[in-house]
């Protein structure tokens, strides 16, 4: 049952879920409360081990609680000495103290998102999920609601559950209320209106992913959250008129994308918090029986881990019998903490690979915060043709901004060279510009000062093929 402390809603974890504890954590509000036990849940992250066909799985903890006003956190960490602490995404300006017995502490504002990494490692992490209280909490079953509550699978919509899927049906919201975990996949498949809503936990679902919204509109996804995900965590296939607010996506399994979107249009991807194990979000053309363009999608507000894989990620399938165009794709206000890839293939914080005839244009990206990169690259694009995903060369990629793009290069480690590569002088890339482009502090533009014979994309650094044209480096600030 919920644990109210005026300010502060905790959840005790339910038999049957697996509890971690690296972590003792504790919340109370800012007027000196007595402090509130929070608990924590164990999931798996993992890398790839480069010896062999597996991954490396890496635990880590996740912790939920709901909020009104500030609150102050307070945590122990019981495996090793705590030489440092950081609170991710920096842009929050969010300051951990240590004090000598291992306790860290520090305070949120309001609601958010964070990571608390212990000694530059991120496989030593807390991850504090916070919502505000719902004051408007759906509390049990109506004509338009299936309603979750505290604890696995408590609800009588899962009498509806088959071989581990609950089919949605329009004009329908699930609600997964704080302390609710639920381990079915949820589909929307053909149906308008509906959605999925609440604190709570979609856990370990037996096929694949947690969501799949295919060939529906008008479909809500809001603030629950993904453990353990086998497969794509959310995926929308010819979808239109989604939003997709506050989720949240962990996963250590082959394919364990967060959001990915094939074929859809109008879609809202923002407040997201993704640690996967492939890319954390990508945008796509046709796969399996999904066709058609992508388009007028906007993704803000997010914070990306993707321990394997892209960040941001968009191209490489489509359909050449037919081809499909992504565009009008506007991206603001990331938070990237790392990228780590060993394959140069399918490295870029920011990646578009136009592949399948795919045309990629019309694309804006804006604010975006790389604290890390571990072994990748900032920027990759490329009209491309990749025998594994691949079935012919992509059509072109034109008219992209980047503006205000900035890497840490002092936290980096392995930062390879970012690429712009056209296919050949009829399937180029053009029209690409970068604004207040800032690498470990430094603005790359076509002012600065340099030999004359370099060129400015040599300072980033950067390899730009002669399948390119009109690439501008700008400074506005």
């Known amino acids: 049952m919920p644990t109210n402390g005026?300010?502060?809603?905790?959840?005790?974890?339910?038999?049957?879920?697996?509890?971690a504890d690296a972590f003792l954590i504790y919340a109370r509000?800012?007027?000196?409360?007595?402090?509130?036990?929070?608990?924590t849940y164990a999931v798996d992250v993992a890398e790839?081990?480069?010896?062999?066909?597996?991954?490396?799985k890496h635990p880590i903890s996740v912790a939920s609680f709901d909020m009104d006003g500030p609150v102050e956190v307070q945590v122990k960490y019981t495996l090793n000495k705590v030489q440092s602490a950081a609170i991710r995404p920096k842009s929050l300006g969010i300051q951990a103290v240590i004090d000598g017995d291992n306790t860290i502490t520090f305070s949120l504002d309001r609601p958010r998102d964070v990571m608390l990494e212990i000694n530059h490692d991120k496989w030593q992490a807390l991850h504090i999920l916070t919502n505000g209280i719902d004051?408007?909490?759906?509390?049990?079953?109506?004509?338009?609601?299936?309603?979750?509550?505290?604890?696995?699978?408590?609800?009588?919509?899962?009498?509806?559950?088959?071989?581990?899927?609950?089919?949605?049906?329009?004009?329908?919201?699930?609600?997964?209320?704080?302390?609710?975990f639920v381990t079915f996949k949820l589909n929307f498949i053909k149906v308008c209106n509906s959605g999925v809503r609440g604190h709570?936990?979609?856990?370990?679902?037996?096929?694949?992913?947690?969501?799949?919204?295919?060939?529906?509109?008008?479909?809500?996804?809001?603030?629950?959250?993904?453990?353990?995900?086998?497969?794509?965590?959310?995926?929308?296939?010819?979808?239109?008129?989604?939003?997709?607010?506050?989720?949240?996506?962990?996963?250590?399994?082959?394919?364990?994308?967060?959001?990915?979107?094939?074929?859809?249009?109008?879609i809202l991807v923002e407040n997201c918090f993704l640690r996967n194990s492939d890319d954390t979000i990508a945008i796509y053309g046709h796969r399996w029986d999904y066709y058609g363009d992508s388009s007028n999608i906007v993704i803000r507000n997010c914070t990306l881990l993707p321990d394997i894989a892209h960040p941001i990620h968009m191209g490489t399938h489509g359909n050449p019998a037919k081809p499909e165009t992504i565009s009008g794709i506007h991206i603001s206000n990331i938070d990237i903490l790392d990228h780590y890839e060993n394959q140069m293939w399918y490295q870029g914080c920011i990646s578009l690979s136009a592949g399948d005839e795919n045309l990629i244009e019309d694309v804006h990206i804006q604010d975006v915060r790389v604290e890390r990169i571990s072994k990748g690259q900032l920027v990759n694009m490329r009209v491309m043709k990749n025998e594994m995903w691949t079935t012919a060369p992509g059509h072109g990629i034109r008219n992209v901004t980047l503006k205000n793009i900035s890497l840490d290069a002092t936290n980096s480690q392995i930062v390879n060279p970012s690429q712009i590569l056209g296919f050949d002088y009829t399937r180029k890339v053009e029209n690409i510009v970068f604004e207040n482009l800032n690498i470990g502090g430094q603005y790359i533009h076509d002012g600065m000062g340099k030999p004359r014979w370099y060129m400015v994309a040599d300072l980033v650094p950067m390899f730009i093929n002669e399948h390119v044209t009109n690439v501008k480096f700008i400074l506005t600030k």
């Open 6 to 19: 005026g300010q502060i809603k905790t959840y005790a974890a339910p038999e049957g879920v697996a509890v």
């Open 29 to 39: 509000s800012v007027d000196s409360e007595p402090w509130i036990p929070v608990s």
């Open 48 to 56: 790839v081990n480069t010896t062999r066909n597996e991954f490396d």
């Open 135 to 180: 004051h408007n909490a759906l509390p049990s079953d109506s004509q338009e609601t299936w309603y979750f509550g505290p604890g696995i699978n408590n609800g009588s919509p899962y009498g509806l559950v088959t071989d581990g899927n609950l089919f949605v049906p329009s004009n329908t919201m699930v609600y997964l209320a704080g302390g609710a």
């Open 200 to 266: 709570g936990f979609i856990y370990n679902g037996p096929n694949g992913g947690a969501i799949l919204i295919e060939r529906s509109e008008n479909i809500v996804v809001e603030n629950v959250t993904s453990l353990g995900a086998t497969g794509f965590s959310l995926t929308t296939g010819e979808a239109k008129g989604v939003t997709i607010s506050g989720y949240r996506s962990f996963s250590s399994h082959g394919n364990g994308d967060g959001v990915d979107l094939f074929c859809s249009s109008d």
